[in-house]
C-alpha cells in the first residue's frame, strides 16, 4: 500500500490567482494601495468605496488568490505572462456612455441616483431582465414524474437551478454519496417521484424562506427542502394510503404540513381485505416540519384531491371525489355530487389527545368518517359541504374569508365562507356564493386586489373574477368574471406571485399548460408542455400575455416568492453537517484492517490531496472529502469511472461514499466539473492491485 501526497514540484495552478503580486515587482497600483493603507483612508468612489463597488465574484477571488498556508509553500511560481490592470471606472445606472476602465467584461451597477433598487421589470413596466441582472422571484414549480423542483426566475422565466428531491441525480451528485443515497433507501428505495404541489413555509402567514415541501404522488411520501442550501434534508415515507396528493400547511405559522391522501387502500396495506373495497379508506396526515414525524392521521369518506389552509390555524379544506368509494370509472361517477372536507385541526388534537383514535401502521388514525361518532356532536372534526361532481382545486383567498374549491366537471366555483364552516348547523349554509366560471375550471390563484384566477381546462383560458361579488351574486351568475384569457393550451395549475400568503404582490401570474401543440418546434411525440407567464398588474389594460416557456413534462403547482424573502448560503457551512471537514494539510490514508480502507482528502483547483491511492482486490473503501474553496461557484467532484461514483462537492461541502474496490486495474478519478484552466489534469490515479 502507498499513498504519494502532492509534492512541491506537482505542476499546479489556480486561474484567479496570477496577479501582479506574484511577479514580485510593485506596480503602480501597489504604491496606490500603499499610500492609501499608510493615511488609512479607503478610496472613495461617488461615496461608496472601492470595496462596495466590486462585486461578489470579484470579492471571492480577491479573497481567494492568496491561496492558504497549507498550500503555498508547495505551489510553484508558473512564468505565466502578466496582464496589469489599471483601476475600474464604474457608472452608474441610466449612463449611456463611458469608459468601463481597462478590464473588460465589468457590468454597471443598476441603480437609481440614490443608490437604490429601481424598483423592479414589473413597476417600470418593462418585464425583461437583461443579461445580468436578477429577476424579482423565485419561481419553485413542480417537476412531476421527474421527481423533481425546478427553480425559474420571474418575470424572465430562466431557469435557475434543478432540485433533485425523489430520485438520484448526477449533476448535483444527489443519491451518490453516503447520505442521499441513504436518504432515498429508507424513503423506499423507489427510482422515481411524482411532485406536484411546492409550498414554501410561512411564518406569520408570509413567506420565510426557510423551508419548501412537495409530495410524492406516485409513492406516498412527503420532502423537505432546506432553502438555504437548496438541497432536499428529509422525506417522510406516509403509511395507510397511497398516492400523497395535495402538499399543504396549517398557518399562520407552518406548525404542520399536510400530506391528502388521494387513493383509497386497505389499512393497512398488508394483504388483508384487498377483495373489499368497503374496507378501503384515504386519509389526511399531519406531519411535524421540524421532524418530519407523522402526528396522527384522519380517515374519511371517499377519495381526497387536493387541499389548502386556512389564515388562522383552525381549518384545513380538502376537496374531494369519489363518494361512491367505487373502484371503476362508471362507478365512481353515478353520483352528481361530492364533497369538501373540512378538517377543524384543534378538534383533531383534542381526538388524539384524549385516546380517540386507532393505530394503524404505527400511526394515530382518527375516524373522520360521516358516520363517526366523533362528527355527531356540537363540534364534528370535519365537516362535509356537498359541491357540485368531484371538485379539484381549493385554496383560501389572502384575507382568509374564503376557502374556493374549483367544479372541474361543473362550471361553477364554489366560495365557502371560513367563518360561517364554524358557526352554521348545515354545512350546506356555509356555501356563500357559486359563480359560473367556465368549462373545466381546476385552479384558483390571487391578486392583491380582491381578483380570483381560475384555470378552466376545457375552455383553454384563465378567467379573472371579483370573489366578493360572486357572494352578492345568485348562483350561476356570470356577473362577477371580469375577463377571460386563452392559453395554450388546456392549463391545469397557475400560481400568481406570493399568492398562497395573506398579501399577494398582484403583478404577474403563470398558467401552467398541459399541451403545446403548435407552440415550440417540433422535437417528436412527446411535447413540451408550456408555461405562460402573464403580467396581472394593469387592471385597465387586463392581463397580458409576457411569454411562452416550454417545459419538461410535466409541472403541475408552483410557488413564487419574491427575492428578498430567500436568503441562500453561497458555499455551505460545515457546522450544518455531521462530517468532519477535511483541511488541506489533514488529509490521510489508513488501512484500518485487512480489507478496510479509510481515505480523508481535499480537493481544491487543479488537485486532490492524493494524486496516486493503491488498494487491494476486495477492500471496502471509505473516502471523506472536502472541496477547501472559499470562492463562491468554484464546484468539484469526485467522479471514479466504472465504480458509478461522482460526489459533486460546493465550496466548503464534505461527502462521504464507500465502495467495494472489486476490479482490479487501474482507474482515473477526477473532476467532473470545469474548475480551471488545469482542470483535465485534475484527476487521481486509484491503482487496485489483483489479489493473489
Not at 492568496?66 to 471606472?89: C, I, W, Y
Not at 423542483?149 to 430520485?167: A, D, K, T
Not at 370573489?467 to 391545469?492: K, L, M, Q
Not at 403541475?556 to 460545515?574: C, L, M, N, Y
Request: charged share 30%.
Amino acid at each position: 500500500m502507498t499513498t504519494h501526497p502532492n509534492e512541491s514540484d506537482e505542476r499546479t495552478e489556480r486561474t484567479d490567482e496570477h496577479d501582479d503580486a506574484e511577479s514580485g515587482e510593485p506596480t503602480a497600483a501597489d504604491e496606490e494601495g500603499a499610500a492609501a493603507a499608510a493615511d488609512d483612508e479607503p478610496e472613495i468612489v461617488d461615496g461608496r468605496t472601492i470595496e462596495h463597488l466590486l462585486t461578489d465574484h470579484e470579492r471571492d477571488i480577491a479573497a481567494t488568490a492568496k491561496g492558504t498556508d497549507a498550500t503555498a509553500a508547495k505551489r510553484p511560481t508558473l512564468d505565466l505572462p502578466r496582464l496589469e490592470l489599471g483601476r475600474r471606472d464604474f457608472m452608474k445606472a441610466g449612463a449611456v456612455a463611458g469608459a468601463m476602465g481597462s478590464l473588460a467584461g465589468c457590468t454597471s451597477i443598476l441603480a437609481d441616483e440614490d443608490g437604490e433598487d429601481d424598483g423592479g421589470a414589473a413597476a417600470s413596466g418593462d418585464h425583461t431582465v437583461p443579461p445580468g441582472e436578477h429577476d424579482e422571484y423565485y419561481g419553485f414549480l413542480s417537476g412531476g414524474h421527474t421527481g423533481e423542483i425546478r427553480v425559474v426566475g420571474l418575470p424572465s422565466m430562466r431557469e435557475l437551478m434543478r432540485i433533485p428531491v425523489f430520485q438520484a441525480e448526477s449533476a448535483r451528485g444527489f443519491g451518490h454519496d453516503a447520505r442521499t443515497s441513504e436518504l432515498l433507501e429508507e424513503a423506499g428505495g423507489y427510482t422515481w417521484g411524482d411532485t406536484h404541489h411546492p409550498r414554501v413555509s410561512q411564518t406569520d402567514n408570509d413567506y420565510d424562506g426557510r423551508w419548501l415541501f412537495v409530495n410524492d404522488k406516485a409513492n406516498g411520501r412527503m420532502a423537505r427542502v432546506d432553502l438555504k442550501y437548496f438541497e432536499t434534508d428529509a422525506i417522510t415515507n406516509v403509511p395507510n394510503c397511497q398516492g400523497v396528493h395535495g402538499a399543504c400547511m396549517q398557518l399562520p405559522d407552518t406548525q404542520l404540513v399536510f400530506g391528502v391522501g388521494e387513493f383509497r387502500v386497505p389499512m393497512p396495506n398488508d394483504g388483508r381485505d384487498v377483495d373489499d373495497p368497503d374496507e378501503y379508506g384515504s386519509v389526511l396526515t399531519a406531519i411535524d416540519p421540524e421532524t418530519m414525524d407523522i402526528e396522527w392521521q384522519v380517515q374519511v369518506d371517499g377519495n381526497m384531491d387536493n387541499g389548502d389552509g386556512g389564515k388562522e390555524g383552525r381549518w384545513f379544506f380538502a376537496t374531494g371525489y369519489n363518494s361512491e368509494e367505487g373502484v371503476t370509472e362508471a362507478e365512481m361517477t353515478r353520483s352528481d355530487r361530492d364533497y369538501v372536507k373540512a378538517f377543524d385541526i384543534p378538534a383533531i388534537w383534542d381526538a388524539v389527545e384524549n385516546g380517540d383514535y386507532e393505530e394503524i401502521s404505527g400511526v394515530p388514525v382518527v375516524d373522520g368518517r360521516k358516520e363517526s361518532s366523533l362528527n355527531q356532536g356540537d363540534r364534528p372534526i370535519v365537516r362535509y359541504v356537498a359541491t357540485p361532481k368531484s371538485p379539484h382545486g381549493i385554496s383560501v383567498t389572502p384575507d382568509g374569508k374564503y376557502a374556493i374549491a374549483s367544479g372541474k366537471l361543473d362550471p361553477s366555483c364554489t366560495v365557502i365562507g371560513v367563518e360561517e364552516i364554524a358557526e352554521v348547523d348545515d354545512p350546506q349554509d356555509a356555501i356563500l356564493g357559486q359563480p359560473r366560471i367556465g368549462m373545466g375550471p381546476l385552479h384558483t390563484a390571487y391578486d392583491d386586489r380582491g381578483h380570483a384566477y381560475t384555470t378552466c381546462f376545457i375552455d383553454s383560458v384563465v378567467v379573472k373574477w371579483d370573489y366578493e361579488e360572486a357572494v352578492e351574486a345568485e348562483a350561476g351568475s356570470e356577473e362577477p368574471v371580469i375577463e377571460r384569457h386563452d392559453v395554450h393550451y388546456n392549463p391545469g395549475h397557475l400560481i400568481a406571485a406570493e399568492s398562497y400568503t395573506a398579501s399577494p404582490q398582484g403583478d404577474y401570474l403563470i398558467s401552467l399548460n398541459k399541451l403545446s401543440k403548435d407552440r415550440f418546434l417540433p422535437v417528436g411525440p412527446i411535447h413540451p408542455e408550456n408555461d405562460q407567464l402573464f403580467y396581472i398588474g394593469d387592471d385597465d389594460a387586463g392581463m397580458q400575455l409576457i411569454k411562452d416557456k416550454p417545459s419538461y413534462p410535466e409541472p403541475h403547482d408552483a410557488s413564487v416568492v419574491h427575492k428578498d424573502k430567500i436568503e441562500p448560503a453561497k458555499t455551505w457551512d460545515p457546522d450544518d453537517y455531521e462530517l468532519d471537514f477535511v483541511e488541506e494539510g489533514d488529509e490521510s490514508f489508513e488501512r484500518v484492517d485487512e480489507n478496510t480502507v479509510e481515505i480523508e482528502m481535499w480537493a481544491r483547483r487543479n488537485e486532490f490531496a492524493f494524486p496516486e491511492v493503491e488498494l487491494r482486490e476486495g477492500d471496502e473503501v471509505t473516502i471523506r472529502i472536502s472541496n477547501v474553496e472559499t470562492t463562491s461557484d468554484v464546484i468539484h467532484s469526485l467522479a471514479i469511472p466504472e465504480y458509478d461514483i461522482n460526489l459533486a462537492l460546493a465550496p466548503q461541502d464534505t461527502r462521504e461514499v464507500t465502495f467495494t474496490a472489486d476490479e482490479p486495474g487501474v482507474f482515473w478519478a477526477y473532476c467532473a466539473y470545469f474548475c480551471s484552466a488545469l482542470h483535465l489534469e485534475m484527476r487521481s490515479r486509484i491503482l487496485v492491485q489483483p489479489d493473489e
